[in-house]
């Protein structure tokens, strides 16, 4: 068996993708380590969850620094003194600049199927709310590489669940998360196992 893929995990909330990172990890589902958590914000559900699992959390808030581009810096040198191999955006708020080291070793999960309902500020309810207004029947969920636009960069898989008549944005978020649930795991698996390439900004997934 290879080495353990080597993740860093940021997050601004509660720390549910992160929780389930964590579980398909303990149960044996994923050869990888969570080696170090950044924060956006310290005072977060996810912060004292990750602590409690005994994970290297660091809060790296914008205000602490000069400018953004100070900030970035300090989690890229985090990154690196950590030698992380796999970036993985778990409801990560803020954008996130894409040093030349990590070009193509960042992951995000975005609610929703990309390119449509995506972009600054679609997260949380307002993603599943615009899917209801928009009467489509299907919704679920995108793993993409992460590149300098919001919700933007090749995209590695998808999954869906359908949108139900009584839908409401609590109940299709729920059922749209346990697709999360699976789908992230299995880009994180692919990752570690060199089974992804990307060509003219599409992913190919290599046979085994």
Not at 66 to 93: F, N, P, Q, T, W
């Amino acid at each position: 068996m290879s080495d353990p893929l080597r993740i860093a995990a940021m997050i601004s909330g509660g720390g549910r993708t992160l929780t389930n990172i964590l579980d398909q990890i303990d149960s044996g589902e994923l050869n990888a380590t969570v080696e170090l958590v950044i924060a956006s914000r310290g005072e977060i559900a996810g912060v004292e969850l990750a602590q409690g699992r005994g994970l290297d959390v660091r809060v790296v808030r914008q205000r602490d620094f000069a400018g953004e581009d100070d900030m970035h810096d300090s989690i890229s040198a985090a990154l690196i003194e950590k030698r992380i191999e796999l970036v993985c955006l778990c409801g990560y708020l803020r954008w996130f600049r894409v040093d030349e080291p990590f070009i193509g070793r960042v992951m995000n999960i975005h609610p929703a199927l990309l390119p449509d309902f995506g972009g600054e500020g679609m997260h949380g309810q307002v993603v599943h709310q615009a899917v209801l207004d928009s009467g489509g029947r299907f919704s679920g969920c995108t793993v993409h590489f992460v590149d300098a636009e919001y919700d933007h960069g090749p995209i590695i898989l998808q999954r869906t669940c359908p949108v139900l008549p009584n839908d409401d944005p609590d109940s299709l978020a729920a059922r749209v998360f346990v697709q999360e649930c699976i789908a992230y795991p299995e880009a994180i698996r692919l990752f570690g196992s060199n089974r992804l390439s990307v060509n003219d900004d599409r992913v190919h997934i290599l046979p085994v």
